[in-house]
């Protein structure tokens, strides 16, 4: 659970300079190697300008080597040329979207066992509003009103984006599906960074993180850190 970029959406602006600049110095710099994955905005057609506007982004802060792979469906994850490209990165970033577009996508795909083969060497690996969600042991899809299992790169947590927007409205629901797992709200502009200190999470950006063990919730403001277990044990 090391070298993890947790954030609530509305990214790529505001004072997500402060997470992400953060980001790209943890992945070893401004000549790390930046790799997005538009996927989670395919369904919509919206993955090639999504993509684009996450380069500008990252160049805008002073990265200096950022590309977009065009994991878009199951035969583009499956691509061994695009498979390397991710091997290579030091930061993964995988944007939002369609959360379960995205999960379906990448499980058990070539390129998800790039990002993890990147990540055992090193990289780091984020993901904005959908691309946070699926990170976790579970994922909720409010247009079903059903938990799916998500990638699992975060045990025992599920991410609620947006939470100082529309993301609150799910705590109930979700502490009655998930109890035993610790639901992580995330504001907008807002991230939560592991892999600086072992064991230890640092809230980032405008906002806060909010989590909710049993039903308890304990919310935490930037520049906070914290430990993502139960915050009352």
């Known amino acids: 659970m090391n070298r993890l970029l947790l954030a609530g959406g509305a990214e790529f602006g505001g004072q997500m300079v402060v997470p992400d600049r953060e980001a790209i110095a943890l992945a070893g710099g401004e000549n790390a190697q930046i790799v997005i994955l538009p996927t989670a905005a395919a369904p919509d057609n919206n993955h090639t300008r999504a993509g684009l506007n996450g380069k500008r982004w990252f160049e805008s802060l002073g990265a200096g ?3 977009v792979a065009p994991v878009i469906d199951a035969a583009s994850a499956a691509s061994e040329e695009i ?3 991710i091997r290579s990165a030091r930061l993964v970033y995988l944007l939002g979207g369609f959360t379960h577009y995205l999960a379906q996508t990448l499980a058990g795909s070539l390129a998800w066992e790039a990002v993890l083969e990147a990540h055992r060497a090193g990289a780091v690996i984020a993901g904005s509003s959908a691309g946070a969600m699926v990170l976790a042991q579970h994922y909720f899809d409010p247009g079903m009103g059903r938990v799916y299992d ?6 025992r947590v599920c991410v609620l984006p947006h939470f100082n927007t529309f993301g609150k409205s799910w705590v109930n629901r979700l502490l009655e599906l998930l ?6 709200g995330l504001d907008e502009r807002t991230g939560i960074l592991a892999g600086e200190v072992s064991g230890q999470w640092r809230v980032l950006g405008q906002g806060s993180a909010t989590l909710y063990y049993r039903g308890k919730p304990a919310t ?4 906070a850190y914290f430990q993502l277990a139960s915050p009352h044990a």
Not at 179 to 184: A, C, E, F, T, Y
Not at 220 to 223: D, E, L, M, P, V
């Open 220 to 223: 935490y403001q930037a520049g």
């Open 150 to 155: 998500g990638l699992g790169l975060v045990p």
């Open 65 to 67: 080597s950022v590309q």
């Open 179 to 184: 109890p035993q797992d610790i639901l992580v």
């Open 83 to 85: 498979a390397a490209q």
